[in-house]
């Protein structure tokens, strides 16, 4: 099936006048593909058909709707976008989980039987997990200064994101998400409102809030909510990354902590991946940002957080250009723009080479220039096997914090969810083009809540500590 947007054309067509073939010529010339062709209604002398197709671009569309005009016997009554009709009105509500079919229960839920919750939450707080939403619900907030790649568009364009990402968390977690888009940049402005809206959730997912600002607002909340903060662009993909690079390893037959890393892009999931990655004992990596390789024999002024990567990295400085730096390399991390690698820079790593090359839509090389035996490949998009996506993780790992009633988030747990996700895949299955499982892997999310529950468990943060462990 041809990669790009499916669109739904209703046609008039007259009987016996338009062969199915002609149709399907006209898609294929254009580079798309028919994926239905369905009746809606017969008429006397025509057909209403609804032609499902996938072409690469709104262009291409323009083209078919052209050809189609002029085709003998057609006549094109209106043109939808599934994308966009999968939106209309939005894709979450709210639906509440007891049913009102009596006055007595009237009164149970709300006043006068309600005063006495409202009175035990007052006395002790933390009834509030047993007696509330809390228990299950995450605020994902954003201001929409960095969705998706797509940069700062503000937080109305967000807002079909968060809705995206509550229905993941539903879906796959049985978390109950609910966006939040603030309207500010200021990050004593974000800061403020998270904490004041804090007590309702029992967890908060910041998500596409550019960096540096997103460190900040991150560590501050951190230390002022006595609730879980993760910020889903660092340490999600950082997580989905190590869990990744663990098969990968396995695959090459190297060891984990003897592979000598580069990362592209030291931005939040760069600064993030490569903190766990150091967790996990990796320790030859070198970062590389438009100003190149990163190197504590430089300073950078306007990116502080740069100085501070650069004294936890490149050991042995490293300096030069991509391509030298790529001399040798074990693994390749991208998460930063695309076709920065030329195939001299893959040929110039050491044997059996991983890259993960992340940028969307176009990764940091075409994989079909480095596809063959002996690497290890993985992007970011849907279309190429080893897919490191982030819905791999945070659906499954706020299962884990709200069923332990966390207090906060910590590296252990982080190490403990990338393990977990590795190890969905077994190891018969294990190969170059299967590091990482599916997103549609009903084990993943049980897995890595199971692995993140105990972890919390045993490191002292839980609220909920399981009988063995009393």
Not at 166 to 184: E, H, Q, Y
Not at 261 to 282: H, N, P, Q
Not at 371 to 389: E, F, K, W
Request: with cysteine.
């Amino acid at each position: 099936m041809a990669s790009g947007i499916q669109y739904i054309i209703r046609l008039h067509m007259l009987r016996e006048m338009v062969p199915f073939r002609e149709l399907v010529e006209l898609v294929d010339k254009l580079g798309g593909d028919i994926i239905a062709l369905d009746l809606v209604r017969a008429e006397d002398e025509r057909t209403v058909r609804d032609l499902t197709v996938v072409v690469p671009s709104p262009d291409h569309l323009e083209k078919l709707e052209q050809a189609l005009t002029v085709l003998p016997g057609t006549s094109i009554e209106n043109v939808s976008d599934r994308t966009f009709l999968m939106h209309l009105g939005g894709k979450i509500e709210i639906l509440p989980r007891i049913q009102v079919k009596t006055r007595a229960d009237l009164s149970h839920i709300y006043t006068p039987g309600v005063a006495r919750v409202v009175e035990a939450i007052a006395q002790d707080p933390t009834k509030a997990f047993q007696l509330t939403m809390k228990r299950n619900t995450v605020a994902i907030v954003t201001d929409g200064t960095a969705i998706l790649g797509l940069g700062h568009l503000g937080p109305k364009a967000a807002l079909p994101v968060m809705e995206g990402k509550s229905v993941l968390f539903k879906w796959l977690g049985k978390v109950d998400a609910i966006p939040l888009c603030l309207d500010t940049t200021d990050v004593d402005e974000i800061v403020d409102t998270v904490v004041r809206i804090a007590p309702a959730f029992g967890g908060i997912n910041l998500e596409d809030i550019s960096a540096p600002r997103c460190f900040e607002v991150e560590a501050r909340l951190q230390e002022r909510l006595d609730i879980p903060v993760f910020h889903d662009d660092q340490h999600g993909t950082a997580i989905v990354i190590l869990a990744g690079l663990m098969n990968a390893a396995k695959v090459v037959g190297k060891r984990l902590q003897d592979l000598h890393v580069v990362i592209s892009g030291i931005g939040a999931a760069g600064t993030a991946t490569t903190d766990l990655l150091l967790e996990a004992g990796i320790t030859d990596i070198v970062g590389y940002d438009r100003e190149g390789p990163i190197i504590r024999t430089r300073q950078y002024p306007e990116r502080p957080s740069w100085n501070r990567y650069a004294e936890r990295t490149n050991p042995h400085l490293i300096d030069g250009t991509l391509h030298d730096i790529m001399k040798g390399v074990d693994a390749f991390i991208g998460v930063s723009t695309g076709n920065l690698l030329s195939v001299e820079d893959v040929d110039a790593m050491a044997p059996s080479p991983i890259l993960f090359v992340m940028a969307n839509p176009d990764p940091e090389i075409k994989p079909e220039l480095v596809q063959s035996n002996g690497r290890v490949l993985a992007t970011g998009r849907s279309d190429y096997p080893n897919q490191i996506n982030n819905v791999l993780c945070f659906p499954g790992l706020f299962r884990g914090l709200l069923d332990s009633r966390a207090r906060t988030i910590t590296m252990g747990m982080k190490l403990r969810a990338a393990q977990a996700l590795a190890d969905v895949v077994r190891p018969e299955e294990l190969s170059a083009e299967y590091i990482i499982p599916s997103v549609f892997n009903q084990d993943v999310a049980v897995r890595v809540a199971q692995a993140v529950s105990k972890a919390a468990e045993e490191e002292g943060v839980s609220r909920r500590v399981s009988p063995s462990l009393r």
